[in-house]
């Protein structure tokens, strides 16, 4: 059986000090337990290590060879450390992140892109998906999503404010009629999103406080944020999206918003990782970086 790096440590100090019991010190231990543990050492290789008196420490022969041996393990020990420490501190190494397809081309992508010039050590690899968040923690360090979580085995770090907007192209209101109530959704062509061939309906309201879902319909059906927004800009319906994926559409009078007052309290957009994961500085200062970035670029 190996010894243990801490027994490695209290021979060589042993040997360095020339007294059981100054070695002993170094270590906070009694001198008894550090003489049981050099006893154990010397049992478990099947040698004598020290030739003791009860004034004297000499090495044996196989004692100065395993000493030789302890302080290269131990010196091998302190160089791995010390690059692991390097590689967790400094700001190298690999970041996987996916996004969903709207608001990670519009807003990841370019954020990574200005991290990874600002941060060369750092490599960085950007998968797009509306689909639910998968892989976290097994290949991928985080996912950027909107809304609270469903998975209690992850956790959330809020990125910036956001909210759900309901928006279609002004063409399509002046036809059709802006709802008064969500409830008259189901007499609009409604942009669905799919997750896995499943549609994310109904769509979730406030009605005076209290929830309010309606169960929406509509011909046309993507699992792409991406494309249910242009459909939308180009007057086929209505959709139930983000604000940060459609702001720059309603600053350009390119979609128009509808029922914001039904709206259910804001949420956010978030960093969403395994619980307990440690995070290496590169991934810590992306997630600062991704805050700044999304104040800034509203």
């Not at 010390?82 to 081309?105: C, F, Y």
């Not at 959330?156 to 209101?173: G, K, N, T």
């Not at 061939?197 to 209290?210: A, I, K, N, R, V």
Request: aromatic content about 4%; glycine content about 8%; proline content about 4%.
């Amino acid at each position: 059986m190996s010894a243990s790096l801490s027994t490695l440590q209290l021979f060589i100090d042993i040997v360095e000090t020339g007294s059981l019991s100054a070695g002993a010190r170094r270590h906070d231990l009694a001198l008894s337990s550090a003489s049981h543990r050099l006893r154990q050492l010397e049992r478990s290789l099947g040698a004598t290590l020290l030739n003791r008196t009860t004034r004297t420490l000499s090495l044996t022969a196989e004692g100065a060879t395993y000493l030789q041996g302890c302080r290269e393990a131990l010196e091998a020990m302190r160089l791995a450390e010390d690059r692991l420490h390097h590689r967790q501190t400094s700001l190298t190494g690999d970041i996987v992140v996916t996004a969903p397809n709207d608001i990670g081309q519009r807003v990841i992508a370019p954020a990574l892109a200005a991290f990874s010039q600002a941060h060369p050590g750092v490599s960085a690899e950007l998968h797009l998906s509306d689909a639910v968040v998968r892989g976290v923690g097994q290949g991928i360090d985080f996912a950027v999503r909107v809304g609270p979580l469903a998975d209690s085995a992850l956790v959330a770090v809020q990125l910036s404010p956001d909210r759900r907007r309901v928006v279609a192209a002004p063409a399509y209101w002046r036809q059709r009629g802006k709802p008064a109530h969500p409830a008259e959704l189901v007499d609009h062509d409604c942009l669905v999103l799919t997750r896995d061939g499943e549609m994310q309906t109904p769509w979730h309201f406030s009605d005076q406080g209290s929830p309010l879902a309606v169960g929406i319909r509509g011909a046309l059906r993507a699992n792409s944020g991406v494309v249910l927004r242009r459909w939308a800009q180009a007057g086929l319906g209505v959709i139930l999206k983000s604000e940060r994926d459609v702001s720059r559409a309603l600053r350009a009078n390119e979609l128009e918003s509808a029922l914001d007052e039904y709206l259910p309290t804001p949420s956010g957009l978030y960093a969403v990782m395994a619980k307990d994961r440690y995070r290496p500085s590169r991934l810590q200062a992306l997630i600062d970086w991704l805050k700044r970035w999304c104040q800034d670029h509203q």
